[in-house]
Each structure stands twice: as C-alpha cells, then as structure tokens.
C-alpha cells in the first residue's frame, strides 16, 4: 500500500477517535451537570418539613382544654315528699361553699334512667333475703318500659352482676335462689355499679343499695366511693335491714349510718321501712321523681384544683318546697 495512502487512514482514524474521545467528555459533563439542579431541587423541600416542625400552632399538636362544669339533678318536692314540677329558672338559687353561682343552663325533660341494684347476700341477711327480694321486686314492678336497670349480689369479697342492663323487667332467677353466705363487700359492690353505669348513655342513673349493715371485706373505703359516685353525678338509694331497721333492736354496727351518709351526700333517699305498701309507695315516688328532675349547671367561681370537697346547696324561692341534690362534689387536683 502507497505511503501517501497509509497517511490518510492515520488521519481519518486520528480524527475518529478525536471525535469519540469529544463525545465521551461531553457525556460525562452532561452527567456530572444535573447533581447540583437536583441538589438545588431537593433542599426547597426540608425547609416546609421544619416550619411544619417548629410551628406553635400545628393543628395536629395535642390541645389540653380545661373546663369545670358542675351537672345537678335536683330533685323538688312538698312537705308531703310530693314530687314537684313547673318551676322556672328563676325559681332556683346556686351556693357553693356559700357563695352564690351563676347558673348556666336550665332543663326540666321527662327522661328515662338507669338503676343498679345491689343485694347484700352476706351472712348477715339470713331471714331477710325475702325482704331484699320483695324490695326489688317493688323497685322493678314500678319502672316505665323505657327505663333500665341490673341486678348485683355481692358476699364474701365477690361482687358479682347477675342481670345485666335491660329495659325488660323480669326479675332473674338467680335472685330467688340466691343463699346468704359470707362477709359484705359493700364498697366494693358500689364502686362496680358506678363504674358500669358511667358506661351508660342515660344521663340519669342511680343505684338502690339493700342491705342490713357496715362493710366488712372490701378493698375500696367509704371515701372512694362518695368521690366517685358524686364526681359523675350518681344518686344512691338506700334501704335498711339492719337489725334496727326490721326488728327495731339495738344496731350491731354503724351500717345504717353509713348508708343514710351515701343517700345524703348523693342526694338520694334512706328508706327506713323495710317492706310492704309504705315501701311500694315510696319507690313510686322515686320512680316519678328521677323521671321528672330538673337539670342545672354551673360553672364554678372557684376555680383552685386543690381536690377539696365543694359544698353544693340549692336553695328555692319559695318556702314550702324543698330542694334535693347531691351535697357537693371533690374538685379536680392540679397535675404535678
């Protein structure tokens, strides 16, 4: 091959690889220009993340709203313990620990409840089971159809429901065949009656307490259960059959104080009378009155969270009538 020929494949050869090694660099410079866009382009999107980090008002950020608002349901009736309705708002007046309240709101509605029945089915009943069974027939036989209620029996340290919440008013069987044994964990029976009818929708609930003495076994105290039972507004009946109570002897124990103490503080009622028509009628009233109680708030000038008892008197315009409610309430505690 001519010299002249080989010098001309050099050159075309030097210029293809001139030309190669050119795009080569151009590639590498194209490939190499993007990381610093794509670096400008993902710093732009840490700075929202850190506003939204920073930013006191983040409504997603838990908000803790302190309010204290004070719930009564009074209860008005005659000298002849008649229930009483038509009043008005400015028919009622609200002290707590003696200084006057505004109230907040004022209702009067025909409302159905919901009752818990507590049996004493301790040692002690013996021959006075019949006269539990017949106070709880009388309770249940004057109920509304739209009202609810459940049965508990508690002995020994065993507190246990034995009719669940039902607006269908048999009575269970188990109540007739229940055999008095044991000691009175009667705390303890009230405390789980409360708890279950926090749990209820009825904004008004009660609890009807038969027993003939003081408690024995439980592990909660009379103190723990006045707070819980008046912090959500629970009225607790009482009926006594102590010794005092049916034979009209001299009380073994403190029991009938005790429960006329729950009745008062709660606004309930403590029945003295252990059977018979006194008592039917007597739980018609109750019936009629918790169906037909005024409902009132306030919001409470005192406004320490010292956890001190608050007493609550509600005073009416006229006379002749009287007011009942629960005494008073425990205030919350500040947190430490």
Same mark, same amino acid.
């Given at each position: 091959?001519?010299?002249?020929?080989?010098?001309?494949?050099?050159?075309?050869?030097?210029?293809?690889?001139?030309?190669?090694?050119?795009?080569?660099?151009?590639?590498?410079?194209?490939?190499?220009?993007?990381?610093?866009?794509?670096?400008?382009?993902?710093?732009?999107?840490?700075?929202?993340?850190?506003?939204?980090?920073?930013?006191?008002?983040?409504?997603?950020?838990?908000?803790?709203?302190?309010?204290?608002?004070?719930?009564?349901?009074?209860?008005?009736?005659?000298?002849?313990?008649?229930?009483?309705?038509?009043?008005?708002?400015?028919?009622?007046?609200?002290?707590?620990?003696?200084?006057?309240?505004?109230?907040?709101?004022?209702?009067?509605?025909?409302?159905?409840?919901?009752?818990?029945?507590?049996?004493?089915?301790?040692?002690?009943?013996?021959?006075?089971?019949?006269?539990?069974?017949?106070?709880?027939?009388?309770?249940?036989?004057?109920?509304?159809?739209?009202?609810?209620?459940?049965?508990?029996?508690?002995?020994?340290?065993?507190?246990?429901?034995?009719?669940?919440?039902?607006?269908?008013?048999?009575?269970?069987?188990?109540?007739?065949?229940?055999?008095?044994?044991?000691?009175?964990?009667?705390? /303890?029976?009230?405390?789980? *009656?409360? &708890?279950?009818? !926090? $749990?209820? +929708?009825?904004?008004?609930?009660?609890?009807? =307490?038969?027993?003939?003495?003081?408690?024995?076994?439980?592990?909660?105290?009379?103190?723990?259960?006045?707070?819980?039972?008046?912090?959500?507004?629970?009225?607790?009946?009482?009926?006594?059959?102590?010794?005092?109570?049916?034979?009209?002897?001299?009380?073994?124990?403190?029991?009938?104080?005790?429960?006329?103490?729950?009745?008062?503080?709660?606004?309930?009622?403590?029945?003295?009378?252990?059977?018979?028509?006194?008592?039917?009628?007597?739980?018609?009233?109750?019936?009629?009155?918790?169906?037909?109680?005024?409902?009132?708030?306030?919001?409470?000038?005192?406004?320490?969270? /010292?956890?001190?008892?608050? *007493?609550? &008197?509600?005073? !009416? $315009?006229? +006379?002749?009538?009287?007011?009942?409610?629960? =005494?008073?309430?425990?205030?919350?505690?500040?947190?430490?």
């Amino acid at each position: 091959m001519p010299v002249k020929q080989v010098w001309q494949i050099w050159q075309m050869w030097q210029a293809l690889l001139s030309s190669l090694l050119l795009l080569a660099l151009v590639g590498f410079a194209l490939s190499q220009e993007p990381l610093p866009k794509l670096q400008d382009k993902q710093q732009p999107e840490k700075k929202p993340e850190e506003k939204v980090e920073e930013k006191p008002d983040d409504p997603i950020s838990p908000i803790l709203v302190d309010t204290s608002v004070v719930v009564l349901n009074v209860t008005v009736t005659d000298f002849g313990e008649n229930f009483v309705g038509g009043l008005k708002r400015s028919d009622f007046a609200i002290l707590e620990d003696k200084f006057p309240q505004p109230i907040a709101d004022f209702s009067v509605e025909v409302k159905p409840f919901a009752a818990a029945i507590l049996i004493d089915a301790s040692a002690s009943m013996g021959d006075k089971m019949t006269l539990a069974r017949s106070a709880c027939t009388s309770f249940v036989d004057g109920l509304r159809e739209d009202d609810v209620f459940a049965i508990y029996s508690f002995t020994g340290t065993k507190v246990k429901q034995v009719q669940d919440f039902s607006d269908i008013h048999d009575i269970s069987d188990f109540l007739w065949d229940m055999r008095p044994d044991g000691m009175t964990p009667m705390y /303890d029976a009230l405390v789980k *009656a409360t &708890e279950d009818l !926090l $749990k209820r +929708p009825e904004r008004r609930r009660v609890i009807l =307490l038969v027993s003939d003495g003081a408690d024995s076994t439980s592990k909660a105290t009379l103190d723990e259960v006045i707070r819980k039972a008046t912090d959500v507004g629970i009225t607790i009946y009482c009926v006594d059959l102590s010794d005092r109570g049916v034979y009209k002897t001299t009380p073994r124990d403190n029991g009938p104080e005790i429960m006329k103490n729950l009745a008062q503080k709660t606004g309930g009622r403590f029945y003295t009378s252990p059977g018979g028509g006194a008592l039917r009628e007597a739980f018609a009233q109750t019936v009629e009155e918790l169906r037909h109680q005024y409902t009132i708030t306030y919001e409470p000038r005192n406004e320490k969270k /010292d956890g001190k008892w608050r *007493a609550v &008197e509600v005073q !009416l $315009k006229n +006379p002749a009538l009287k007011a009942r409610t629960r =005494l008073g309430y425990y205030a919350a505690k500040a947190k430490k």
